[in-house]
């Protein structure tokens, strides 16, 4: 039957789910679930800095073109992912910009000037700034910072000013691309959620006052089962970024189950599946329109392979749509039904 993307568009949405290039070449059934479901792809891995900018000067874009490449030989949409974060960074990035302002404003300025140059016939969308929002205190990695922003060799050499500068120069380089500001940990109803989707509503109103440009927020939506969900809390926030005139995206969907759960793949299964339709639903009565998860097959979840979230338990997360061998779930299901 038709894959997600189609339905999907079917419905005035869009689906997509983040990809990494080199399978699409070294898998065949890998690139066809991909082919099947998906009208939206975004690179996992080879939009970052340490990607596209491994030696300062040097950049290289094979891995970034060979994914442009076959999107648009199989006509697909590629969003781009991310100009400015704080992980990816290339240890020569880290040491320079600890070397003051000056360089740090030059090394922003011809990192976006040259990822853009290259990527404007391909990628009219892009994650201009990625996780710049502090956890508060409460959340499995609190930081303690003085402001709402995250300690980042970003904020240490700019201070908060990176922010609005980074979508000042992304604008000034290509006036016609789709700019997002992406953040996680703001979806659920625990205290530390609300109290950042207090301090990301802050910042998206700062760079208004500011006058910098900003076309979306995309939320990751990493939910964690063991978290309250609230559907109408969060379709109001939602709302709340859409009155300030900006588009709200769904970027990196995935679920992590809680270690209390028995094992029991049915059960547990549909458990997820429950949680992804409840939080689509709200997402879509929110107003958003673009839906996208982190990755596409449990096998190939950063669930699975990031020894950081990875569960410690020794099962496997199932947080995706597909199932270890690429077949379909109930989530799957979950996600056409919500659409
Ligand atoms: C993750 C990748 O999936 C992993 O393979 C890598 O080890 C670390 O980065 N938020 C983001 C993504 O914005 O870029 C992250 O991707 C997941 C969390």
Redesign the pocket.
Same mark, same amino acid.
């Given at each position: 039957g038709p894959g997600l993307g189609e339905v999907a568009r079917d419905h005035g949405l869009r689906y997509g789910a983040?990809v990494q290039a080199a399978m699409l070449e070294r898998d065949a059934s890998y690139a066809r679930a991909y082919e099947t479901e998906c009208a939206l792809l975004v690179p996992?891995?080879e939009g970052k800095w340490a990607a596209l900018q491994p030696a300062e000067g040097k950049f290289d874009f094979r891995g970034l073109d060979a994914l442009t490449g076959w999107a648009r030989a199989k006509n697909k949409t590629v969003r781009g +992912?991310?100009l400015v974060w704080h992980?990816a960074m290339p240890d020569w990035l880290t040491a320079a910009l600890a070397e003051g302002p000056d360089r740090a404003r030059a090394l922003l300025d011809a990192h976006i000037r040259t990822v853009l140059d290259h990527t404007r016939p391909t990628i009219r969308e892009w994650d201009v700034v990625?996780?710049v929002v502090a956890d508060p205190p409460g959340s499995d990695t609190p930081q303690s910072t003085p402001g709402d922003l995250r300690d980042s060799p970003w904020l240490r050499a700019l201070g908060p000013d990176y922010i609005p500068l980074s979508l000042r120069l992304a604008r000034a380089q290509d006036p016609t691309l789709r700019l997002v500001l992406?953040e996680?940990g703001v979806e659920e109803e625990a205290p530390h959620c609300l109290e950042k989707r207090r301090r990301l509503l802050d910042l998206v109103r700062s760079i208004r006052r500011a006058g910098a440009p900003l076309d979306a927020v995309g939320l990751?939506a +990493?939910l964690q089962m063991d978290r309250p969900f609230n559907p109408a809390s969060f379709t109001t926030f939602c709302r709340a970024l859409a009155a300030e005139g900006l588009g709200v995206l769904i970027t990196?969907l995935d679920v992590r189950e809680s270690w209390r759960v028995p094992d029991g793949y049915p059960a547990r299964d549909q458990l997820v599946a429950d949680r992804v339709r409840s939080f689509v639903d709200a997402a879509l009565a929110g107003g958003v329109k673009t839906f996208l998860t982190?990755g596409l097959i449990d096998r190939y979840s950063?669930l699975v392979?990031?020894p950081g979230v990875k569960r410690a338990d020794g099962l496997l997360h199932r947080g995706l749509p597909l199932d270890w061998e690429g077949n379909r779930k109930v989530y799957w299901q979950a996600m056409v039904d919500a659409f």
């Open positions: 983040a996992e891995y +992912h991310a992980n990625n996780e992406n996680y990751q +990493h990196e982190w950063w392979t990031d």
